[in-house]
């Protein structure tokens, strides 16, 4: 009898215990679908848990909810470039105190960098006392470029302030940071708000509501680049890094129509068959356009 009634306890605590999780899971998914992130991404809510760059965006933006004062949200901002290409920014938060671009880092590990350094380190620990150290591009640097292109872009808002934010994980840790010039944060996420508010309680830029509704109208649509382009300038960010000979200007990017179809033709790498290996290009609407051609073809 007291084991059926033990029995009869663990279970009723499961139960319980489910619908704790499903009233939380609930609540979690109707702030998600409610929030800013989904309305401009429109990210499923579980693509964005199973993407850990979009976890780490939406985890910005929900660090970012509690700044007082009248502000709007940007994610995934294509801003274009004077050679016909695009530079994607992260997150963008427009603020009475001004506009932060920022850029969002998820590593693990000890980061180590200064601003002048090309490449920054993060040191993993492997086990046994031993570590790995793995390099990765500057986020100053990246940052440098998008803050570039979206004042080229904004030429017309006259006296708007930027300020650059690196954002790294609650998951790594911060060792030696070297900034030298006063002109970017780098801050984990759990600081991000205490950084930011502290810095809006001493800007002197006051960007009216009417302003800030203004300049998110001008950059809105460069949130909503379709899937094509995406591909493109993911190619092109391969093939900076990984071919830099292949860098073509905007000029030459008029040859690169497919001529069924229209779209862009992509560099791509043949994964099977006879060709696996071998580069060629495809149209970007592929699988509606099964467009190729080779690459002897075009150079």
Not at 4 to 31: N, R, S, T
Not at 43 to 71: N, P, V
Not at 164 to 177: D, P, Q, W
Request: glycine residues 6%.
């Amino acid at each position: 009898m007291i084991l059926i009634f033990a029995i009869a306890i663990v279970i009723v605590l499961g139960i319980i215990v489910l619908l704790i999780e499903l009233i939380k899971f609930i609540i979690e998914y109707k702030e998600y679908m409610n929030s800013d992130y989904y309305h401009v991404t429109h990210i499923t809510y579980w693509a964005m848990l199973s993407d850990i760059g979009k976890k780490g965006e939406y985890d910005t933006y929900q660090c970012l909810r509690a700044l007082e004062g009248y502000k709007k949200f940007l994610f995934n901002c294509y801003i274009p470039k004077e050679d016909g290409t695009m530079t994607e920014v992260d997150a963008i938060l427009l603020h009475e105190s001004g506009i932060y671009v920022l850029e969002s880092k998820n590593y693990s590990g000890w980061i180590f960098g200064t601003e002048t350094q090309k490449q920054w380190t993060q040191t993993l620990a492997t086990g046994k006392g031993k570590t790995r150290k793995e390099h990765f591009l500057n986020p100053i640097i990246q940052n440098k470029v998008h803050l570039k292109w979206i004042q080229t872009y904004l030429k017309d808002f006259e006296s708007l302030i930027f300020y650059s934010y690196i954002v790294f994980s609650r998951r790594c840790e911060l060792k030696n940071i070297t900034l030298t010039s006063g002109n970017h944060f780098v801050v984990k996420r759990e600081n991000l708000l205490e950084a930011v508010s502290r810095n809006a309680a001493t800007s002197n830029m006051r960007m009216t509501k009417s302003l800030i509704d203004e300049v998110y109208k001008k950059l809105y649509p460069l949130t909503q680049v379709d899937e094509a382009k995406k591909t493109l300038h993911i190619e092109h960010i391969k093939n900076r890094y990984e071919h830099p000979a292949t860098i073509r200007t905007a000029s030459e990017s008029q040859d690169r129509k497919c001529p069924q179809c229209g779209g862009e033709l992509v560099l791509r790498v043949a994964r099977k068959g006879d060709f696996a290996g071998n580069k060629f290009y495809g149209c970007s609407n592929y699988p509606k356009c099964k467009y190729v051609q080779s690459i002897k073809n075009r150079e």
